[in-house]
């Protein structure tokens, strides 16, 4: 074997790891979504454009404090146990972003 077929082998391995994480992720975040949204999982597709374009709009004039008084309200549901088992995927972010 060829060092350079090593490496394309080695490669392909990384990229299938990168893209399974990838995709977890991504289904955790639409998780969220749906969750702080109150939307069904499968309707959360239809407004990630409408999500992302309100809040890129915003830019640097975007108002920290209301998306800091909408994670206070986030968390403040979590405590009541209003999300239910959504509360396990929210403290699975929180604990995979870090402080």
Known sequence: MYAYQK???D???ELAVAISKTSANELLCKKINAICCNIQLAKVEEILVPLTLAVESGGASLDLS???EFM???KQQERMGITGSASSSIGAVSSALGP
Do not use: K, T
Request: no cysteine.
């Open 11 to 13: 490669l392909a391995l």
């Open 66 to 68: 209301r998306v800091a």
């Open 7 to 9: 490496n394309d082998e």
């Open 72 to 74: 206070s309200r986030v």
